[in-house]
């Protein structure tokens, strides 16, 4: 499966507005029983899923006296408050870790889009010597886990002096074997013939390739932008081992230590997650659609 | 240089401005293509030999060795790490962990996804909730999910007890511990596969259903003999995923139960991580990482294996 196909068909897909044409149901008819027995399933298991972040969301509105409180209720005694998020945003280190966790995931981004994008570029139109070699070398990497590299990683880190720097967060995760090959398969089926009317006319590869293929690989450059994004963003174990000092930790590195640090102060823990959670699930919000066809076109296309 | 421009359709292959009217391309034109192709991909190829390849073979030399943190015994010990690591209970225990693991996620990751994605494929009204429920817990990191979730098992103050009364203590209870890891995985990662069956419901040919529906084939009927065979490419995809995934297994359950209560949960990662990290054991954790990586080239091979078999595409 190729990923403009997937393209195409999660196009359909997550269009709400055409539900689901198999159905061919009309909105407007009252449901059939069976759909409100499928419907009030639905309802139960969204509940559900959304009960985690419902009760996450509650504790963190408390006090620390009512979240401490049995029995356990979803009104607390004291009313609601802000006060864990106003403390966790004063005292804790969350702005700074908000601040490198978008900043690395978004230099992390483009590097590594740029850099597989004008590999695959390379690899789909360029007959260069070594060319089969290195692309089933890369291709083959793509079975190697990063969680194997850890040990090697971390003493060539310490050799170039990377531990405790953006630098050293940044780096190992700047390799995306299989995005350049999703990024070969979709370059392969760009049509040719603009390119080469280009070159006649004189045109240099690179200008070929910034003018002409990157604005027609919009959709697919967006999708894998999100898959490295949400990637980087999300990671965990690398910058947990090359950062110690807190104001260079990522947000999921930096709420790990919160854990401790405020001990029983289950409001604040909840507030802290929370406001992690939050700016991804914003973006999601807005762009739903956009990020489901990314997901699931680089997720067939072999990541 | 006398050249003809011609096209040339063969896509991915061969030069394709430039070719001579035999065909055969200018040894000029092919050395100037060699420059390119190196060019265009050398920032990824050193990325590559320095952030991949390197730690590989610097990692495969380390295994040889008997080196630790502080530099001694850092001569080449042949394959005495491993022969160690084939003996040491904890290596197996926490491998047992891992497939322990893997086996209880990848099925209800796999059947959860598709009956999820089969409910929200009816057209159902509120498509924009039942993605945002099901798929946005896949978009949180690891850590806020273990937090999240570490709040409801919390045996006094969290909601599964409070609903279901009792003071289970969840992630320090050996007997429930894995199944708890388990259960937040399923909630955490299932949005992705969910997403890549909805994908593939909506490709199923409509002519299908209306041909099986002439021949007076219920609903359920057609879900057996059309939607789920149809499936079968994607199941396979998703189950290759997830099992490669769940191989892999480290943040959630070091964050959530630390590997414990006394082992019982740790993945073969955690192991690699501390053998390296907490008892600085450089040699032999490099050692227990290829053993790891042993396991998920077999995995992979026996994928392969099984998909050329089915014959799926």
């Known amino acids: 499966m190729t990923a403009t196909e997937v393209l195409d068909r999660t196009e359909a897909s997550t269009d709400r507005r055409v539900p689901s044409a198999r159905q061919g149901r009309d909105r407007r008819k009252p449901l059939r029983p069976s759909s409100i027995i499928a419907l009030v399933i639905l309802a139960v298991l969204a509940a559900l899923w959304l009960m985690p972040f419902a009760w996450a969301i509650v504790t963190s509105l408390k006090s620390e006296a009512d979240a401490g409180a049995t029995p356990v209720t979803w009104i607390p005694a004291g009313g609601f408050t802000l006060d864990a998020y106003t403390s966790v945003l004063s005292e804790g280190n969350i702005p700074q870790w908000a601040f490198n966790s978008v900043f690395t995931s978004a230099v992390i981004t483009a590097i590594a889009v740029a850099i597989s994008a004008l590999a695959a570029y390379a690899f789909s139109r360029i007959d260069f010597a070594g060319k089969r070699v290195l692309f089933y070398v890369t291709i083959a990497s793509i079975i190697v886990p990063p969680q194997m590299l850890i040990v090697p990683l971390f003493y060539q880190m310490l050799a170039f002096d990377m531990v405790d720097t953006y630098a050293g967060i940044i780096l190992p995760q700047l390799i995306h074997p299989a995005i350049v090959f999703i990024l070969k398969q979709f370059f392969d089926q760009v049509p040719i013939e603009l390119e080469e009317a280009a070159r006649v006319d004189g045109a240099s590869r690179m200008r070929v390739f910034l003018q002409i293929v990157l604005p027609l690989s919009r959709p697919i450059l967006a999708a894998v932008s999100i898959f490295i994004f949400v990637g980087a963003w999300n990671n965990f174990l690398w910058p947990f081992i090359v950062t110690n000092d807190a104001s260079l930790m990522t947000l999921p590195v930096g709420l790990q230590t919160v854990q401790s640090a405020f001990g029983v102060q289950y409001a604040q823990d909840m507030a802290s997650a929370v406001l992690a959670a939050l700016p991804l699930i914003i973006v999601f919000l807005f762009f739903q659609r956009q990020i489901i066809k990314g997901f699931a076109t680089t997720g067939f296309g072999g990541q | ?313």
Do not use: C
Not at chain 2, 174 to 193: E, L, Q
């Open chain 2, 1 to 313: 240089m006398t050249t003809t421009p011609q096209l040339n359709r063969a896509q991915g292959v061969g030069p394709n401005a430039l070719t001579r009217r035999d065909g055969r391309v200018p040894n000029s034109a092919r050395r100037r293509d060699t420059l390119h192709g190196w060019g265009f991909a050398a920032p990824f190829v050193i990325a590559f030999l320095l952030f991949l390849v390197w730690p590989i073979i610097y990692g495969f030399y380390l295994s040889l060795t008997g080196q630790s943190i502080t530099g001694a015994n850092s001569e080449v010990i042949g394959f005495a790490n491993y022969a160690e690591a084939f003996a040491d209970g904890d290596v197996w225990r926490s491998l047992g962990n891992t497939l322990w693991f893997t086996l209880l996620s990848t099925v209800p990751l796999v059947l959860v996804a598709l009956i999820l994605a089969l409910l929200v494929n009816l057209g159902l009204p509120g498509q924009w909730l039942w993605r945002l429920a099901f798929f946005a817990p896949f978009l949180l990191a690891s850590t806020v999910v273990s937090l999240f979730w570490i709040w409801m098992y919390n045996p006094q103050l969290g909601l599964i007890n409070s609903v279901l009364g009792g003071s289970t203590a969840w992630l320090t209870d050996s007997n429930t511990a894995m199944i708890s890891v388990v259960i937040t995985t399923v909630w955490w990662t299932v949005g992705f596969n969910f997403l890549l069956y909805l994908a593939a419901l909506q490709n199923i040919p409509e002519q299908q259903y209306e041909a099986a529906s002439l021949d007076g084939a219920g609903k359920w009927r057609q879900l057996f003999s059309i939607t789920i065979p149809q499936l079968a490419p994607t199941t396979i995809v998703i189950v290759i995923l997830q099992v490669l995934a769940s191989l892999k297994v480290f943040d959630q359950i070091y964050i959530m139960t630390g590997g414990g209560p006394g082992g019982a949960t740790r993945p073969i990662v955690q192991y690699i991580y501390e053998t390296g990290f907490t008892a600085y054991r450089l040699g032999y954790a490099s050692a227990v990482a290829y053993v790891f990586f042993a396991i998920i080239v077999i995995a992979s091979m026996v994928q392969v294996l099984v998909t050329s078999r089915r014959g799926a595409k």
